[in-house]
C-alpha cells in the first residue's frame, strides 16, 4: 500500500481497507493450508482436474509440503547461543518462536515477528504474524507503518475485521468501515518504534513481499494429481474395464456372477485394464518429488530401497549444499532478525521499567547431522580432554530443563565418593 502522505494515511486507510480482497493474502492462506496438511483446501484444488462424475475413488491428499519446509528450514534446529543473560530471563520461549518463524518465512516469503509485553507473567512474548500490509510513501523503499487483521477464534474471514495499525508515531485499530478504536491517549505508540520485526527468505529483488515457497506447493499439488491418477490406475488394473463391440445397446445386457450374458452374433465383450507400468508411473512421481528437494538443497529418503546407515560424517558430506544453504540463511536472515527483535524487546522491557544491555550476539552452530553412538563418545571424549567442554555440558545438553542447581546435585549423586570430577562419558554412563 502506497500513500502520498503520511497526513493522509487515515483516508487511505479507509479507502484500501473497504475492499481488501487480494489475491496474494489468499495464496498465503493457501500454502498455510497445505503445510498444515488440510484435506478440505487439497480436495478442492483437485476437483478441477478430476470431476466427480469420473472419479470413483477417494481423492489422494498428500502433505509434502510442511515434510520439505521442516527439512529446509533448520537455522533454529539446534538453539543458537545468544549473550546478555538479563535479557534471556525476561523473554518467553524464544526459540520456539525463532523455530516457528524461520518455517513460516521459508514457507510464506516474507513473516512478521511482534513482540508484546505479557502483564501477567513480565516478560517479552512473540507473535507471528501471517496477514500483514506494509505502507509506504512514494518511492520509499522501506514502510513506514504496518497494518494487520486481528481475528478472534471461530471467526469467519467474511465477518468485520479490525485491523491493527503501527508506525513509530502512532497505534490504533481500525475496521473495514475506517472507523477507528484508540488503544492509548491521543493514539501514540509507547515504544516510538514499530514492535514489529521483518523477515524475508530473500534479498531485496522486484518486491519487498518475497515469493514463498510456491515450487513446494504446487509440487504438492501435482503429487496429489498423481496419486489420485495412479490410485484410479490401480483400481482399473485390477477390475479392469468392461467393453462391448458389436452391438447398438448394452441397456439389456447385466452384468454378475449369477447372471448370464448372451450376445448377438459378432460380438464380444472383454475386461480392458490400461497399459504401462505401474512401476514406472511411481518411479515418475518420486523423480518429480526428488527433483522439488533438490532444488531446495534437500534429499529424499524413501521407504523403500533407502540406503544403509552410515555415520554423521558421511552423511554431513552428502548434504554439503543444505549445509552451506543454511550457513548463507545466518548471515544474510537471521543475524540481521536477531539484531532487530533484541532492539525492540529491549526497547519494550524499557517501557516497563525492565533495564537490559545493549550488549546481545548470537552464534549459530553449523548444522549438525546424527553421529553413532561411538562418534558421540568420542568427540564428547575430545572435547573433555581439551578443555573445550565439561561434564556439566552433556547434562545440560541433554536435560535441557533443568536448572544449574539441579545439575550440580546429580552430578554429587552420581559421584558420592569420587572427589574429582569424571573424566570421560564411560565414566559419567557407568557410575
Not at 475413488?57 to 510442511?66: A, E, G, H, L, M
Not at 513460516?104 to 504474524?129: A, P
Not at 514499530?194 to 515469493?211: A, E, G, Q, S, V
Amino acid at each position: 500500500m502506497i500513500v502520498e502522505n503520511k497526513d493522509l494515511v487515515r483516508s487511505s486507510l479507509k479507502n484500501y481497507l473497504s475492499d481488501i480482497t487480494k489475491d496474494s493474502v489468499e495464496e498465503r492462506y493457501k500454502f498455510l493450508s497445505y503445510y498444515e496438511g488440510m484435506q478440505g483446501q487439497m480436495e478442492n484444488d483437485l476437483v478441477k482436474y478430476f470431476p466427480i462424475k469420473s472419479v470413483d475413488i477417494p481423492f489422494v491428499c498428500q502433505s509434502i509440503t510442511s515434510k520439505l519446509i521442516n527439512a529446509r528450514a533448520i537455522a533454529y534446529k539446534e538453539a543458537p547461543q545468544r549473550t546478555n543473560p538479563d535479557y534471556l530471563e525476561l523473554v518467553k520461549d524464544l526459540d520456539q518462536s525463532m523455530l516457528t518463524a524461520e518455517r513460516l518465512t521459508y514457507l510464506l516469503g516474507s513473516h512478521l515477528i511482534r513482540s508484546r509485553y505479557n502483564e501477567e507473567e513480565q516478560k517479552v512474548e512473540h507473535d507471528q504474524i501471517i496477514e500483514f500490509e506494509p505502507i509506504f510513501e512514494s518511492r520509499a523503499r522501506q514502510p513506514f507503518a504496518y497494518i494487520y487483521p486481528i481475528y478472534n477464534h471461530g471467526q469467519a474471514k467474511d465477518d468485520k475485521v479490525v485491523y491493527a495499525y503501527w508506525s513509530n508515531e502512532e497505534h490504533f485499530l481500525i475496521d473495514q468501515n475506517g472507523s477507528i478504536e484508540s488503544v492509548n491517549e491521543g493514539n501514540v505508540n509507547p515504544y516510538s518504534q514499530i514492535p514489529l520485526t521483518i523477515c524475508h527468505r530473500h534479498p531485496y529483488t522486484t518486491d519487498f513481499i518475497r515469493n514463498g515457497a510456491s515450487d513446494i506447493v504446487n509440487a504438492n499439488l501435482m503429487i496429489n494429481v498423481l496419486m489420485t491418477e495412479l490410485g484410479l490406475a490401480m483400481r482399473l488394473q485390477a477390475l479392469g474395464q468392461p467393453v462391448i463391440t458389436g452391438i447398438d445397446s448394452a441397456n439389456q445386457i447385466r452384468l454378475g456372477v449369477d447372471s448370464p450374458m448372451v450376445l448377438p452374433e459378432g460380438s464380444s465383450f472383454e475386461f480392458v485394464s490400461p497399459g504401462g507400468s505401474l512401476e514406472q508411473y511411481i518411479n515418475s512421481i518420486r523423480f518429480y518429488v526428488d527433483s522439488v528437494a533438490y532444488n531446495n538443497n534437500l534429499k529424499v529418503k524413501w521407504s523403500v530401497g533407502r540406503e544403509s546407515f552410515v555415520s554423521g560424517e558421511a552423511l554431513k558430506m552428502a548434504e554439503i549444499d543444505l549445509t552451506e544453504a543454511v550457513m548463507g540463511d545466518y548471515q544474510m536472515i537471521w543475524r540481521g532478525v536477531e539484531q532487530q527483535r533484541f532492539k525492540i524487546d529491549r526497547r519494550i522491557l524499557e517501557v516497563h521499567g525492565k533495564n537490559v544491555s545493549e550488549d546481545y550476539s548470537v552464534d549459530f552452530s553449523e548444522p549438525r547431522f546424527p553421529l553413532t553412538a561411538e562418534e558421540e563418545r568420542k568427540q564428547w571424549d575430545w572435547e573433555w580432554a581439551n578443555g573445550l567442554s565439561s561434564p556439566k555440558d552433556w547434562m545440560r545438553k541433554y536435560n535441557p530443563d533443568l536448572t544449574e542447581d539441579e545439575i550440580d546435585d546429580m552430578m554429587e549423586e552420581m559421584q558420592p565418593e569420587q572427589p574429582q570430577q569424571p573424566t570421560t562419558l564411560a565414566d559419567i554412563l557407568s557410575s
